[in-house]
């Protein structure tokens, strides 16, 4: 289980969710001119309630979703 400061230092951007947790996000460019974003969502106490990679094409459309945690469901086209 990652820390506040680990997760701050991982991920640069973030924002406060109103039951007291956190919505972690981390932007990498695509290898096809698109964009991968990862999404890590924790409660109030940093622990993680779902973990998920998100896939967008060059117009920056979402096409993909892949959820990893809880449950890893592979990933889903849209």
């Known amino acids: ?8 230092r991982k991920f640069k951007h973030w924002e406060d969710l109103p ?16 964009r991968a974003r990862y999404v890590k969502e924790v409660d109030a106490t ?3 309630v779902r973990f998920a990679q998100e896939i967008y ?8 979703v892949h959820e ?3 449950v890893d469901l592979g990933h889903k086209q849209l």
């Open 46 to 48: 940093e622990r993680t």
């Open 19 to 34: 039951n007291g947790g956190r919505r972690y996000i981390r932007e990498f460019a695509g290898r096809a001119g698109g």
């Open 57 to 64: 094409d060059a117009s920056g459309r979402l096409i993909e």
């Open 68 to 70: 990893k945690f809880p």
């Open 1 to 8: 289980m990652a820390s506040r400061a680990q997760n701050e």
